[in-house]
């Protein structure tokens, strides 16, 4: 009777995370069909020479430039990897829009001061800091052990 118990425990669970999912899908889908289009009409009003021009394919100034862009854009895990395709199909190399991916997840200069007040100004200055630094870091090592393979 104990582990009868425990299974109907864990399909309620179950369920019930398939729900919040489920959910936080449907959320998360006007959200995602918004960046398309904005990232469409950038495509569109961006010249393709724009890239080429700001990304020259240099080993540490196109993650610099790809970990400032997205420090400044910061926002959820799921959008940068949509916008992080759609650089790569432009050709921007792949060391800039993995830096612009980590940065993007992990900087927050639009939320610095919410972040300010809340954990406070230093550790959140610091945190800011190591984690851009640490971006441009791992997408060079990234990029350099991809090579290797």
């Not at 669970?13 to 289009?37: D, H, M, Y």
């Amino acid at each position: 009777m104990k582990l009868s118990s425990q299974q109907n425990m864990s399909s309620l669970e179950i369920k019930e995370a398939t729900q919040k999912t489920w959910n936080a899908f449907k959320r998360s889908i006007p959200i995602l069909l918004g960046v398309l289009l904005l990232i469409s009409l950038a495509i569109e009003a961006i010249p393709k020479s724009f890239y080429s021009k700001v990304f020259s394919g240099h080993i540490i100034l196109d993650p610099l430039i790809g970990a400032t862009f997205g420090s400044i854009a910061a926002g959820n895990p799921l959008n940068s990897y949509i916008i992080g395709g759609e650089l790569t199909d432009q050709g921007v190399s792949l060391i800039a829009v993995t830096a612009f991916v980590l940065s993007w997840v992990t900087v927050g200069i639009i939320q610095l001061p919410a972040e300010s007040i809340m954990l406070g100004r230093n550790f959140a200055i610091l945190r800011n800091l190591f984690s851009f630094i640490t971006a441009i870091i791992i997408a060079i090592l990234t990029v350099y052990t991809l090579g290797l393979l």
